[in-house]
């Protein structure tokens, strides 16, 4: 296993901005957690597709989400920008795996937005970072980190990783890692870290999502 170097901040809350208008489309979303439950969008760079949304939901009826598999959700179409709203709630299909390439229709919910944990526009022109970053967030028995998207080709990637005992995940915190920024995360690697004055050991556990190609061009 090898061991990485990285550096924890706290992600930034910026001010309010105003949103792009886009026309209602299907913004299909990753799906995983077990005693919380996550939907990451799953981004393209070309609109309305271009925004990097990672949301805490609650799904009525609840889903038990079978480990080690991919989840996936087709809402009906909506402007993304919408999930910001308390309390928004989208009517959504679930499938095991991905809802484009033969997955599995498995029900159909309501996905009820508890917390939105970030929603950043991409921008293919934007100069790409020289170390990857990731989300950090969960809780202290189950977290994850997802890949911060910046330009193109770019990848996005969720992996469960086990995070020291006691560590505060109140707040989303923003990962850097000294690698290649077109690396990414291995299952079995360990990734040692610095929050403040503190070191600590994250190790990743599972994949739950890596995509490449949507993220080319």
Do not use: W
Not at 37 to 58: E, G, I, N, R
Not at 131 to 152: C, D, K, N, S, Y
Not at 182 to 188: F, K, P, Q, S
């Amino acid at each position: 296993m090898r061991s990485l170097a990285i550096t924890l901040a706290l992600v930034a809350c910026g001010a309010p901005q105003t949103r792009r208008q886009d026309a209602p489309a299907v913004h299909g979303m990753a799906l995983f957690g077990d005693a919380r439950t996550f939907a990451s969008h799953l981004p393209m760079f070309h609109a309305p597709h271009d925004y990097q949304v990672l949301l805490q939901v609650t799904l009525e009826p609840h889903i038990t989400l079978a480990p080690g598999e991919l989840y996936t959700i087709a809402p009906t179409p909506f402007e993304l920008a919408r999930v910001e709203t308390p309390g928004y709630a989208m009517t959504v299909d679930v499938y095991r795996g991905h809802f484009e390439r033969g997955g599995t229709r498995v029900a159909a919910a309501t996905a009820r937005i508890e917390r939105v944990l970030r929603f950043t526009p991409l921008n293919a022109a934007t100069t790409g970072a020289t170390q990857p970053r990731f989300v950090l967030f969960g809780t202290a028995r189950e977290a994850f980190l997802v890949h911060v998207i910046t330009t193109r080709p770019d990848f996005d990637q969720i992996v469960r990783v086990t995070v020291p005992a006691g560590l505060d995940l109140t707040t989303p915190r923003e990962v850097r890692i000294t690698r290649s920024p077109t690396a990414e995360l291995t299952v079995g690697e360990t990734v040692e870290a610095s929050v403040g004055d503190k070191s600590i050991t994250l190790r990743v556990d599972a994949q739950l999502y890596l995509e490449r190609d949507d993220l080319a061009m």
